[in-house]
């Protein structure tokens, strides 16, 4: 990684791998005057905090969030999306490894910086980049929903294309043999809605059958 993207990496997260299955969070929404009409479905990860590396965020967060300790994975490639792209354009883009880092991402995910929480510009005064990196993880210990996450799903390589491509309510995953760990009851009949680092990760899955470790 260059200082430049260093400076420009603001979350970081991961894909962990937890026995051939894929851990993500999932829950109600979590925002003011948000409805309660779905389930998202997110990767675990969150914000850098101070003079934290990315992989170490990611790491920090997984385990905040899933009790899970992480090794990263060497990614086959590391893909780039951007802000309004259709995951199946995603295309492979290198990535430079700092010598403090463990490995490469599996995704990268970039917006332009237009103000907020993290705002900053670039030297010629326009908006920055900001950068979400996800890691290639494979996990050690048991899952449990942890912090503020109201639940986990276990996601075996075929479920996360079907929660990717297709409208199931949390009860229906669970009736067709779905893996879930929640701390408490969430409504079985509300849709799980993809966010997207799980729609790519139904696509790179396509691309690489050699993800599953």
Do not use: K
Request: charged letters at 25%; glycine letters at 10%.
């Amino acid at each position: 990684m260059t200082p430049d993207q260093d400076d420009e990496v603001v979350t970081a997260s991961a894909y962990v791998q937890l026995g051939g299955r894929f851990v993500f969070m999932v829950g109600l929404p979590g925002g003011p005057g948000d409805v309660e009409d779905r389930l998202g479905v997110a990767r675990l990860g969150g914000h850098r905090e101070v003079g934290e590396t990315p992989w170490a965020c990611a790491a920090r967060e997984v385990l905040e969030e899933s009790s899970l300790h992480i090794r990263p994975l060497e990614p086959p490639a590391t893909y780039w999306i951007g802000p309004g792209q259709d995951e199946r354009s995603m295309e492979a883009s290198p990535w430079s490894t700092s010598p403090d880092e463990n490995a490469a991402p599996l995704l990268v995910a970039w917006r332009d910086d237009h103000g907020g929480r993290h705002s900053r510009e670039s030297l010629d005064g326009s908006p920055a980049r900001m950068l979400s990196l996800t890691y290639l993880a494979l996990a050690e210990g048991i899952p449990a929903p942890a912090a503020e996450t109201q639940g986990l799903l276990l996601l075996l390589p075929d479920e996360v294309r079907r929660v990717a491509r297709e409208r199931l309510t949390l009860g229906a995953f669970l009736e067709q043999g779905g893996s879930a760990l929640l701390r408490a009851p969430l409504p079985l009949h509300l849709p799980l809605v993809p966010l997207t680092q799980l729609r790519a990760l139904a696509i790179l899955l396509d691309r690489h059958a050699e993800l599953v470790s």
